[in-house]
Nanobody, 118 residues
Framework: QVRLVESGGGLVQAGGSLRVSCAAS????????MGWFRQAPGKEREFVSRMKWSGGITYYADSVKGRFTISRDNAKNAVYLQMNSLKPEDTAVYYC???????????WGQGTQVTVSS
């Protein structure tokens, strides 16, 4: 059974940093792409970043490029999103998701709230 559990959200001032984590289990990691998405109040969920587990190729939304970094820990089966230079518009629930190869993101965590105050 696949399980994704996010943690590490919280309240931070604009310009600050925060790291959110996703503990993953039940996946065949050599075939998976891990993604981070976010959903702000009243808005649709949007893509933030993704990483192909095997090889570590990363991709970022333009809105976070240069400020956010996705990474993984193979030993812990965890993926992280380091968020620097946070802005109030980064406020959202952040979700971890997993997709196999070129398929859709079928597996989702419960989300963690990130709030950036101005």
């Amino acid at each position: 059974q696949v399980r994704l559990v996010e943690s590490g959200g919280g309240l931070v001032q604009a310009g600050g940093s925060l790291r959110v984590s996703c503990a993953a289990s039940g996946l065949t990691f050599s075939r998976v792409t891990m993604g981070w998405f976010r959903q702000a109040p009243g808005k649709e969920r949007e893509f933030v970043s993704r990483m192909k587990w095997s090889g570590g190729i990363t991709y970022y939304a333009d809105s976070v490029k240069g400020r956010f970094t996705i990474s993984r820990d193979n030993a812990k089966n965890a993926v992280y999103l380091q968020m620097n230079s946070l802005k109030p518009e980064d406020t959202a629930v952040y979700y971890c998701a997993a997709a196999y190869e070129r398929g859709p993101y079928n597996y989702w965590g419960q989300g963690t709230q990130v709030t950036v105050s101005s």
